[in-house]
């Protein structure tokens, strides 16, 4: 694996998810460096890297895979990167409602739970959740 995907994946990782989630992924690196590399490398420096679909969309898209895995916390995560990639709430919401009945209303119920919790503590952790 590349040096220069491990440093481009991480820079697009900050450019989303601000100070909190780089705090995040030092204790993923403190459990397990490997994995984390991997995740800068392949998940964040290859395809997050690759040209066809913007940010945003990426984003939606993820948090649509985590709704319907049922990861609320990869739903919040991924909902603070759509904001800071130019989300709106609303195309949020509407990613998580198009997949009810694809995934059931438990799993959306789940989602949206967590999307509004990243909406109503936006202004108080914006600075945490900003970009970097």
């Known amino acids: 694996?590349?040096?220069?995907?491990?440093?481009r994946g991480k820079k697009i990782r900050?450019?989303?998810?601000?100070?909190?989630?780089l705090r995040r992924w030092q204790?993923?690196?403190?459990?397990?460096?490997?994995?984390?590399?991997?995740?800068h490398e392949y998940c964040f420096g290859t395809v997050w890297d690759r040209p066809h679909l913007d940010m945003k969309m990426r984003e939606l898209i993820v948090i649509a895979a985590a709704a319907a895995s049922d990861l609320s916390?990869?739903?919040?995560?991924h909902a603070r990167g759509a904001l800071n990639r130019g989300a709106t709430r609303d195309e949020i919401i509407e990613t998580i409602l198009q997949c009810a009945p694809?995934?059931?209303?438990?799993?959306?119920?789940?989602?949206?739970?967590?999307?509004?919790?990243?909406?109503?503590?936006?202004?108080?952790?914006?600075?945490?959740?900003?970009?970097?």
């Open 73 to 77: 916390g990869e739903v919040a995560l």
């Open 27 to 39: 204790e993923l690196n403190e459990i397990c460096p490997t994995h984390a590399r991997a995740i």
């Open 1 to 7: 694996m590349s040096d220069d995907r491990a440093a």
């Open 102 to 132: 694809y995934i059931g209303f438990p799993k959306t119920n789940h989602a949206l739970k967590a999307a509004k919790d990243v909406f109503d503590q936006w202004e108080a952790k914006k600075e945490d959740w900003k970009p970097v």
């Open 14 to 21: 900050d450019e989303a998810f601000g100070k909190e989630g």
